[in-house]
């Protein structure tokens, strides 16, 4: 799938598609360093869910703390680190989450993609507890992209 080689530079996808190149017709340096560029923009174009199979997914997500008059990101823990594996049930997301809140003040947070959205939405009790996984937006109504990950 290209969307694992996004952060590469262009060299070193050109060198992994050459191949692939070859054996379509373009031969010159050229021609396959212009088709690499347009590759890569119209893949930075796509959203997650298209590179994912409909499935959006980043191992980084920005924690963010909803306030009363406005939302900011958490400075003391800025960004939160997920794997697939801990995406497999809703049970495995929550434990994941708890054992990195235990010291998170109580309120809501939520995970950000880099694109902007919100991928999960959630609140934390006393002791880092969660207390509450939003299947849905309170404003949209729309479902947050990790129940699509839930078994």
Do not use: C
Request: hydrophobic share 35%; proline share 5%; charged share 25%.
């Amino acid at each position: 799938m290209l969307s694992q080689y996004i952060d590469f530079p262009e060299s070193f996808i050109y060198w992994k598609l050459s191949i692939s190149y070859n054996k379509i017709g373009i031969n010159t340096y050229h021609h396959k360093m212009e088709a690499t560029t347009m590759l890569l923009q119209q893949i930075k174009q796509m959203p997650a869910s298209q590179i994912l199979n409909g499935r959006t997914y980043e191992p980084r997500l920005e924690v963010m703390r909803v306030r009363q008059n406005f939302v900011a990101p958490y400075r003391k823990y800025r960004f939160l680190f997920v794997d697939k594996q801990d995406l497999k049930t809703r049970k495995q997301f929550v434990k994941r989450l708890e054992n990195v809140s235990a010291s998170w003040p109580q309120g809501t947070y939520y995970l950000k993609l880099s694109n902007g959205l919100v991928f999960a939405r959630f609140d934390v009790s006393e002791r880092g507890k969660v207390k509450k996984l939003y299947e849905a937006s309170p404003a949209t109504s729309k479902p947050y992209p990790v129940w699509e990950w839930f078994n």
